[in-house]
């Protein structure tokens, strides 16, 4: 056959449609800053009665409810064929990645299916996260040996 | 007889019958009316059904029952059964033949399954090793997404070289004598590997062996493209079809009458597949709603079937291998 | 104006991950766990703040806000209490998201089923 693997990566970025990127970013900022507003409606709201922290706390807690409930008909996954980022990035992404998980497992069992696999997206974020924030935290400590 | 790496039958075997059983979205695509058995709810829940693997057994069963009836033979005729799915260790398949207790070989070829399965079946039928053999296979989006890709909630963007794992099932009864469509030869393919590595764009990674089947059959056999009425490739989808094309005209056989079982199930530009349908129950489907229908009727007289099948799995996609391609080719038609 | 900046700031955030996505090959899984240690990187050399008292939700709400607000979380527990703080400061901040996340998550569960996406 006429046809080697480095010429045929061309022919392959020749024949593939792109990502309508322009479309993809303007889902992606709309969605992605509405929720955003919505996030940041609910934090006036809690502010009215408690501390930053904990009103960033609970706007946190509110936005991951209600990605839960959109999960449960498919509407988070409708909207987010469409959005992309815009509903992946949010706290409302990681509360999907979640969500999503758990119920699609539960034919597998509570413990194996439900538990185990809950955190198979979510959990290299929360993994590397704390990882990250361990590193920081020894230098943090250090610089103020330091200084 | 044994040309090259294509078995041609002296005493072709027939397609005698073959049914076709589809979901949701398959019934609103272009092949629905031909669809022997479409249901809404591609869980089965009415049925009891608890999960897409039990489903996307029933579908399959669907499909043998409604074939066994229109050959109008009990399931004890039937001397063995070839099946496969996409499912780890083919378990629609298993399950299904825990059901009809015919004696069953499991195949696996993922995309390519039915034209593998058929092959098998018209090469049993054709050696007198069997008279009549069952050819199936299945695919479920449902069962297909939480395996290999994410849970069905999970909101993800889809790329546009993506293609859409449909919910299909096909089965076919090959028979050693009778009547019904001729399987004049059969090609069982080589596995072609490109360093293709994008699980979005299994159409890329396919083509090179659906290329490499096609060739070395024309060799074989002495014939071109021109030779066929219509050219059936599987689940290549839009991209695969353009590089097929492609590669076929610098090879000096250009393919004008190729049709993808991948562009054909579905309105591509309308039913949001991207780049178009594939699964294993995507060019059996196609097989036993258009090819077959179409040969029967004298609408087609000669065809090749080539359903491609990327070999890969989630396990070695992680370890990042690159993914290999595999198609066989079925011969059907031609004088009776 | 609060609002204008949390959507123009939210939705700048996710135009950038989604070009991550289109352009680089990214898959959304590796796009995420690079946005939380990113946000941790640029809480730590002190970029992230200013832009939270600017966007408020709309820096809080994607997930690099979840870094920040593990980097913060870790800087206040080393500073009440030390190195070990360097263990316990992040997961105790971001508590709150993920406990609500597997709550929710279970919920969902027994009250939900999976569903075909056609």
């Known amino acids: ?147 | 007889m044994r040309r090259g790496d294509t078995l041609l039958f002296e005493q072709p075997p027939v397609v005698g019958a073959w049914a076709a059983a589809g979901g949701k979205k398959e019934s609103e695509g272009p092949l629905a009316s031909a669809f022997d058995f479409l249901t809404q709810d591609a869980g089965f829940a009415e049925q009891g059904c608890e999960n897409w693997e039990q489903a996307e057994s029933l579908l399959q069963r669907r499909a043998v029952e409604l074939c066994l009836r229109k050959a109008d033979i009990p399931r004890s005729k039937v001397d063995i059964a070839f099946a496969g799915d996409l499912q780890a260790q083919c378990t629609a398949s298993n399950y299904t033949m825990r059901e009809l207790g015919i004696p069953f070989a499991g195949v696996y070829g993922a995309c390519s399954t039915m034209a593998e399965t058929l092959a098998l079946a018209a090469v049993f039928a054709a050696t007198g090793m069997a008279e009549r053999v069952l050819a199936l296979t299945s695919s479920h989006f449902c069962a297909a997404e939480r395996q290999f890709r994410t849970p069905l909630e999970y909101g993800a963007k889809r790329t546009p070289t993506a293609q859409w794992t449909a919910t299909a099932a096909g089965a076919c009864l090959v028979r050693a004598h009778g009547i019904g469509v001729p399987v004049r030869s059969v090609t069982f393919g080589r596995v072609q590997d490109y360093a293709v590595h994008d699980i979005n764009n299994m159409g890329a990674a396919m083509m090179p062996a659906a290329a490499s089947t096609l060739l070395h059959y024309f060799a074989a056999s002495g014939t071109s493209p021109k030779d066929f009425d219509a050219i059936f490739t599987g689940d290549l989808g839009e991209v695969g079809t353009a590089l097929l094309r492609e590669q076929m005209a610098q090879e000096g056989l250009p393919l004008d009458n190729h049709k993808d079982c991948g562009c054909l199930l579905y309105d591509t530009a309308g039913q949001n597949v991207q780049a178009g349908g594939s699964g294993a129950g995507c060019s059996a489907a196609v097989l036993c709603c258009k090819i077959l229908p179409m040969l029967a009727a004298g609408q087609l007289r000669r065809v090749l079937f080539v359903a491609t099948g990327a070999l890969m799995s989630q396990t070695t996609f992680l370890q990042g291998e690159s993914i290999p391609g595999i198609a066989h080719c079925v011969e059907l038609g031609g004088a009776q | 104006m609060n609002y204008v900046w949390a959507f123009v700031v939210g939705g700048a955030i996710c135009v950038v991950g989604q070009l991550l996505i289109d352009y680089t090959k990214l898959s959304p899984a590796r796009v995420l766990t690079g946005y939380v240690v990113a946000g941790v990187i640029l809480s730590a050399v002190g970029l992230y703040k200013p832009l939270v008292d600017l966007a408020g939700a709309g820096a809080s709400v994607p997930l690099l806000g979840f870094g920040h607000l593990l980097a913060q979380g870790v800087q206040n527990a080393v500073d009440s209490c030390g190195l070990p703080g360097a263990f316990t400061g992040g997961l105790t901040a971001a508590s709150g998201g993920i406990a609500a996340s597997l709550i929710f998550g279970v919920l969902a569960a027994a009250v939900g089923k999976s569903r075909d996406q056609n």
């Not at chain 1, 709309?30 to 009665?49: H, S």
């Not at chain 1, 991951?64 to 498919?74: D, E, K, S, V, Y």
């Not at chain 1, 696999?117 to 361990?134: C, D, E, N, Q, R």
């Open chain 1, 1 to 147: 056959m006429k046809l080697d693997p480095r010429r045929y990566d061309e022919m392959i970025g020749r024949a593939s449609p792109p990502s309508p990127v322009v479309r993809d970013c303007a889902w992606a900022f709309c969605v992605g800053g509405a929720i955003c507003t919505l996030g940041e409606g609910l934090r006036q709201l809690f502010l009215i009665w408690y501390d930053k922290t904990l009103a960033g706390t609970l706007t946190s807690i509110a936005l991951i409810f209600l990605a839960a409930l959109c999960t449960l008909p498919g509407w988070y996954q409708k909207l987010a064929a469409k959005a992309g980022a815009g509903t992946l990035v949010p706290i409302t992404g990681f509360a999907n990645s979640v969500v999503s998980p758990a119920i699609e497992f539960k034919a597998e069992g509570w413990i194996t299916g439900v538990g185990a696999k809950i955190f198979g997206i979510a959990g290299p974020v929360i993994a590397y996260g704390t990882l990250a924030s361990f590193v920081w935290g020894v230098l943090y400590w250090l610089l103020g040996k330091v200084g």
